[in-house]
């Protein structure tokens, strides 16, 4: 099973991005999803999850209102477009696979990450 993420970058304060992650998994279609971040020194936080039929959608307190999270069951890709970016926006961006379910909001229903991929909010 491997997650591969892209999308991230280097974007002034105010800017928008839309992070992707491909998933390898065969059972795509039946697995739930979702973004965590991790930021120097501080330890993964839950940005935003999906249910593997779309029907629920999950986000921390810091993506509500400006991120918004969606998956292409038929690419096995899931995104997270991100608007009004913030400098305490800036980490690392994972997402994860639960393949079987549980409280998305919660790292320890992920069974596979991916490497990650870097979102920069400049001043």
């Known amino acids: 099973v491997q997650l591969q993420e892209s999308g991230g970058g280097l974007v002034q304060i105010g800017g928008s991005l839309r992070l992707s992650c491909v998933a390898s998994?065969?059972?795509?279609?039946?697995?739930?999803m979702g973004w965590f971040r991790q930021a120097p020194g501080k330890e993964r936080e839950f940005v935003a999850a999906i249910s593997y039929n779309a029907e629920n959608v999950y986000y921390g307190d810091s993506a509500k209102g400006r991120f918004t999270i969606s998956r292409d069951n038929a690419d096995n890709t899931i995104y997270l477009q991100m608007f009004a970016l913030k400098p305490e926006d800036t980490a690392v961006y994972y997402c994860?696979?639960?393949?079987?379910?549980?409280?998305?909001?919660?790292?320890?229903?992920?069974?596979?990450w991916g490497q990650g991929t870097q979102v920069t909010v400049s001043t």
């Open positions: 994860g696979a639960a393949p079987t379910g549980g409280p998305l909001w919660k790292m320890s229903v992920y069974d596979y």
């Open positions: 998994l065969s059972t795509y279609g039946s697995v739930s």
